[in-house]
């Protein structure tokens, strides 16, 4: 009875997790770049050579192009194919089960540490509140996975001495082909043998045999990974990759988005790095390699809110261990006692609880449509009225919306950039016309020049709230004309650039674009309850529009989610002096 009830309880968590993560549409802006690569590479049956999506890629080589064009291939094509049967539900489940499978082997790790099943269920549930948050379709869905099993392996054979340890250099051998990241899993090696040399020193006689078989493992795995089309360029590219990523929010670090308030605080995370704290008391106990893990992990997760993941994977079955040596001490000795006393019970409880989440989850994925996120990330009702259009001239876009035009509208149109960024010089420039504010002319119009942009594709608000000053720009323009608005989208059209007809015939006041800015503020303010910049260009657009009421409402409510803001109280004091003088007028 005991046995089945744990077995319940797991299944019925597990079961949850499936399904919440098939409710998860697809979000994430690069998918498209990397299936859009895929159909190449199938329709072709050769990788590209030089890059066929941008107007803005030069024909000169370089590491960066040969990772980015050549390093995702076989993730790409396994993209493809399973969307060329199965469409968006085909990669939904995909991403759901490469997930699920993560978490199950984070679990056997965890199990591995001798504690109970309701411990490492409530260990799991800390990694799964993560993991949601990481679940977009990339190729990184295989790295999370593989290293999940280097992990495991890596484990066993600490444990156990397991021969299984050398399939590693196999699985990094076929990531190196999938996703960059197989570098963490090299990474994560290193670790075990750095520890072991350490050992091994300072207790000479023992512990050869598990140095000797690391060290072949590892250098197994950095010859086997360089079987890639990329080769070594990964080593050469892995120092610059900071001048690509400034400014994206996945690369900042975390605590600095939670303390702004970009990003919602992950308690769960917060709770696992104080249990990883206590390492040091058990230092002894929990062992080298482990501290050593806890250490560079954490510090990876501070730098880079991407490397979350990692460090939870990573985290979860050390603090199994610490829990497991905590209630060896005196003090918890009488609690631990009882707990497994009740465990049958416990279990139970558990079982219901995991069996109400998937009852209650199944009436919306009953409603639940397998599709990509068009309110928040993805512009398809945009993509449809630019493919029905014949418009003169180049596109300047949004750097995240690119992948998605790639997938859309290529060949007949290329884009300015996208989440690939291949060109420096082109990311250079991008930052600074999408930043570019009113008395910038020169530099605006010699990057208009330079591509003969005729058309701009932009969604309105940068990732953490503020109005994008290009689009604030575009507003105030004669020259450029609105034609077309929707709630996530905005495209303008320059006059005199050859598109006439394109012009009397979409051309729209530009107050609509206004309602496209108030849509999708609100939507993510209500999504990001912390966050006060939605709110504050919330205020500003409605006082733009004349609406001082509303906007006086919309910087009230963002002085309660940032009492001490600056721009917040500047607002409300110019409201209330406007108002006084209203009252004046009267």
Same mark, same amino acid.
């Given at each position: ?11 019925? %968590? ?282 560079? %992990?954490?510090?990876?997760? %501070? ?72 309110? %928040? ?210």
């Amino acid at each position: 009875m005991a046995g089945i009830t744990k077995y319940l309880m797991v299944l019925s %968590f597990f079961l949850f997790f499936f399904i919440y993560f098939l409710q998860i549409h697809v979000y994430n802006n690069d998918f498209w770049w990397h299936l859009a690569s895929g159909k190449y590479i199938a329709e072709h049956h050769s990788l590209p050579q030089a890059d066929p999506f941008s107007y803005t890629t030069h024909a000169s080589p370089s590491n960066r192009k040969t990772i980015i064009l050549k390093g995702y291939w076989l993730a790409q094509v396994i993209f493809y194919e399973v969307f060329s049967l199965w469409n968006l539900k085909g990669i939904i489940i995909l991403r759901s089960l490469l997930m699920l499978l993560f978490l199950f082997v984070i679990f056997l790790n965890i199990r591995k540490q001798n504690v109970s099943h309701l411990t490492a269920i409530i260990l799991i549930a800390g990694v799964f509140s993560v993991a949601i948050t990481t679940g977009g379709v990339r190729p990184q869905l295989f790295t999370f996975l593989i290293f999940s099993i280097v992990f495991y392996l890596l484990e066993d054979f600490r444990m156990n001495r397991s021969k299984k340890v050398f399939l590693i250099p196999l699985l990094v051998m076929v990531l190196s082909n999938m996703h960059p990241g197989y570098i963490v899993c090299l990474l994560l090696i290193s670790i075990y043998l750095s520890a072991q040399v350490i050992l091994f020193f300072i207790k000479r006689d023992s512990g050869y045999a598990t140095l000797r078989g690391l060290l072949a493992v590892w250098v197994l795995s950095i010859l086997f990974s360089i079987f890639n089309p990329a080769g070594l360029d990964i080593f050469k590219e892995i120092f610059s990759i900071g001048h690509y990523t400034k400014g994206i929010v996945e690369f900042m670090p975390t605590f600095s988005l939670y303390a702004k308030k970009i990003i919602p605080v992950n308690y769960a995370y917060v709770i696992f790095l104080f249990f990883s704290l206590l390492s040091l008391r058990y230092f002894r106990k929990i062992g080298l390699v482990h501290i050593l893990l806890l250490i560079v %992990f954490s510090i990876m997760s %501070f730098v880079s809110i991407r490397y979350v993941i990692f460090y939870m994977c990573i985290a979860a079955p050390i603090i199994a261990r610490i829990i497991v040596i905590l209630g060896e001490e005196r003090i918890f000795n009488r609690l631990t006692g009882v707990l497994k006393k009740r465990e049958t019970f416990l279990c139970l409880v558990s079982g219901v609880i995991g069996i109400s989440l998937v009852f209650n989850a199944i009436p919306s994925f009953a409603r639940y449509e397998f599709k990509e996120d068009e309110s %928040f990330a993805v512009p398809k009702a945009a993509a449809d009225f630019l493919s029905k259009i014949k418009i003169k001239g180049n596109m300047f876009n949004e750097y995240g919306f690119g992948g998605y035009l790639i997938w859309r509208l290529y060949p007949d149109k290329k884009v300015f950039i996208d989440g690939r960024a291949l060109e420096l010089d082109a990311l250079n420039e991008y930052n600074t016309f999408a930043s570019v504010s009113a008395g910038q002319n020169r530099s605006w119009e010699d990057i208009l020049k330079k591509y003969d942009i005729s058309c701009i594709v932009m969604p309105p608000l940068l990732p953490y709230g503020k109005i994008y000053p290009i689009v604030e720009k575009l507003f105030e323009m004669d020259d450029w004309v609105l034609i077309y608005s929707d709630q996530l989208s905005l495209i303008f059209l320059r006059e005199n650039s050859g598109n006439s007809s394109i012009l009397e015939k979409f051309a729209e006041n530009k107050e609509e674009g206004f309602n496209t800015i108030i849509t999708q503020a609100s939507a993510r303010a209500l999504r990001n309850k912390r966050n006060p910049y939605y709110l504050i260009t919330l205020g500003k657009v409605f006082f733009k529009m004349g609406r001082i009421d509303d906007s006086e409402k919309a910087f009230l409510m963002a002085s309660e989610r940032a009492p001490d803001n600056a721009v917040v109280k500047e607002w409300l004091q110019k409201l209330r002096e406007n108002k006084t003088e209203r009252i004046k007028g009267r």
